[in-house]
């Protein structure tokens, strides 16, 4: 994928954590094609646990944004203002 031109940014993260839990929403922009034509944002769902050394993945899911699911407000950055 990456010679392909594919990358992707995290934008902004919202984690909740208690004890040794945690689930991080973390809005993505992926750029695919040799030039970054096709753009694409989404939300990884993500759930997390911390064994007392380290934090594991759980699980990993994600929603790309389109017409009928765009992102709501409070998983995009705060607008500068």
């Known amino acids: 994928m990456i010679r392909t031109g594919f990358r992707e940014r995290e934008l902004y993260r919202k984690t909740y ?3 040794n839990i945690a689930h991080v929403y973390s809005t993505y922009e992926s750029l695919s ?6 753009r694409e944002r989404g939300v990884n769902s ?9 934090w594991w993945i759980e699980s990993a899911i994600w929603q ?3 017409k009928n699911h765009p992102i709501p407000a409070d998983l995009l950055p705060p607008t500068a203002g």
Do not use: C, V
């Open 33 to 38: 094609g040799l030039h970054g034509e096709n």
């Open 64 to 66: 790309i944004e389109d």
């Open 46 to 54: 993500i759930e997390l646990y911390f064994d007392g050394k380290r």
């Open 17 to 19: 954590r208690y004890g």
